[in-house]
């Protein structure tokens, strides 16, 4: 696994991926996400509210070999597999980037190519991408853009957090046709009616079937893991 | 010949390591725990038995509804049942009257006979607690504490308590250190409950059911009761 914040470097295969996507952008879906803005959380929302979406154990995060849904915690693990940084670099921070973390098995937008995203394709299903790059306005397909603050959902701004630490870090809405504003306090919000209206409000976008509960249970226990680690284990 | 009670009695007397009995009083979340304790892979279950039709896991609340669905019920209306209860339709077949003779509504001895014929175990239920002294070659849970905090009116100021088992082999269990908020209390509950058992952990899982339970019960009593 391999992820990155910062701006898109698009010495990559940039062009051909544009075209795959717009080609057909009925199949795709990305989710614009700032690191530590819950990026992860939101995919397995999303998927975990419809068949619609591709889903397979290789995109699961398990570290042993468990076949998880996209709302499944690992059951032989306390998380999910940890994040390296890049080129086999591994975050130095274990804790964190296994205890309180949703971590999927994709490939940033920034990082694949056309072929592997062809190759992930499937008959009538949407393929959800990920992307940091806060930027890019390139596609027609329907974006998930996370916008807002993360400062009140965790206290770890001012520790070592990795995944975390993003004291006024604002993410600004975008307001193109084809873009949704998640806002993630409201989402991630301990309230269950603020988290709720965020939720249908996103299912609406994207047409899902709401499943509030799992995906509210879901996000229970990455708050009670996060709180943990802020509490105990930091 | 219609099932009567004591058909199912014997049999659990016969197959006692095929059953664990949970003794509780209402409102003290045993449905919870039968659905925890049944959720593990040396428990059996069936989805029908769920009281609800979406998802073949005890830990999952339904989707396409609010919650579990609700069952005739002396003390419960729709709203607690509905809302913030995780009721079984099964696991529960004695009633609390004392001159019971037959298995309760909705309860089939043929499906008690098929899992001790396939060797399944099973976590039962009841309020009824007399049967303490019959079951004793069975795993009894007897669930100790004080009311769990639900905002059910009949139960307000009122003390839990239960008679002293102390000479019996059961196993006292305090189910609030088990739905604390509190992850450790939550854990060194759980993890009595799994050695008690024998059972594989599964702390992710039991632990976001337990989560989800416990913001039910503040949302039903923050605007509901």
């Known amino acids: ?234 | 010949m219609k099932t009567t009670i004591e058909h199912l009695n014997k049999l659990i007397e016969k197959y006692p390591d095929n059953f664990v009995i949970i003794f509780f009083k209402g409102g003290m979340a045993g449905s919870a725990l039968c659905r925890i304790i049944n959720s593990h892979p040396e428990f059996y279950y069936k989805q029908k038995y769920l009281n609800q039709k979406e998802y073949n896991d005890p830990l999952k609340f339904p989707d396409l509804v609010e919650g579990f669905n609700v069952q005739d019920h002396s003390w419960l209306g729709f709203k607690e049942q509905h809302l913030s209860c995780v009721h079984l339709n099964f696991y529960t077949p004695w009633i609390n009257s004392e001159t019971q003779k037959y298995i309760a509504s909705g309860e089939n001895i043929l499906e008690y006979l098929d899992l001790v014929n396939k060797n399944h175990k099973v976590a039962l239920k009841t309020h009824n607690f007399s049967l303490v002294p019959r079951f004793n070659q069975s795993k009894r849970i007897v669930l100790e504490g004080n009311y769990l905090d639900r905002g059910f009116d009949h139960l307000k100021n009122m003390n839990y308590e239960v008679a002293d088992y102390s000479k019996e082999d059961v196993f006292k269990f305090n189910i609030q250190k088990l739905m604390s908020p509190e992850y450790d209390i939550f854990l060194e509950a759980y993890i009595k409950l799994v050695q008690e058992l024998n059972l594989t952990p599964k702390i992710n899982s039991v632990r976001s059911f337990i989560l989800m339970w416990l913001e039910r019960q503040e949302r039903f009593k923050r605007t509901l009761s």
């Open chain 1, 1 to 234: 696994m391999s992820e990155r914040q910062g701006r898109l470097s698009k010495a990559n295969d940039w062009d051909n991926i544009v075209r795959v996507i717009n080609k057909s952008p009925k199949n795709f879906c990305i989710i614009q996400t700032y690191s530590g803005f819950f990026g992860s959380t939101v995919y397995r929302a999303i998927v975990g509210s419809s068949t619609d979406y591709v889903w397979d154990q290789s995109m699961c995060g398990a570290v042993a070999n468990e076949d998880l849904g996209p709302l499944e915690w690992p059951h032989t693990t306390e998380g999910y597999a940890i994040y390296e940084r890049n080129n086999d670099v591994m975050y130095p921070y274990f804790k964190e980037n296994h205890l309180a973390t949703a971590h999927i098995s994709i490939d940033m937008l920034e990082y694949t190519t056309a072929k592997k995203i062809i190759s992930k394709i499937k008959q009538n299903k949407i393929l959800l991408l990920k992307t940091h790059d806060m930027t890019p306005r390139d596609f027609k397909c329907k974006i998930v853009r996370i916008v807002g603050s993360i400062q009140n959902i965790t206290n770890l701004n001012d520790s070592n957090s990795v995944f975390r630490d993003r004291d006024g870090v604002y993410i600004e809405p975008c307001h193109d046709n084809n873009f949704f504003n998640l806002d993630v306090e409201k989402f991630m919000s301990d309230d269950y009616d603020t988290y709720c209206n965020e939720y249908l409000k996103l299912c609406s976008f994207l047409e899902l079937m709401p499943n509030i509960n799992n995906v509210r249970q879901y996000i229970l226990l990455l708050k009670d893991k996060i709180n943990r680690y802020e509490k105990d284990i930091l």
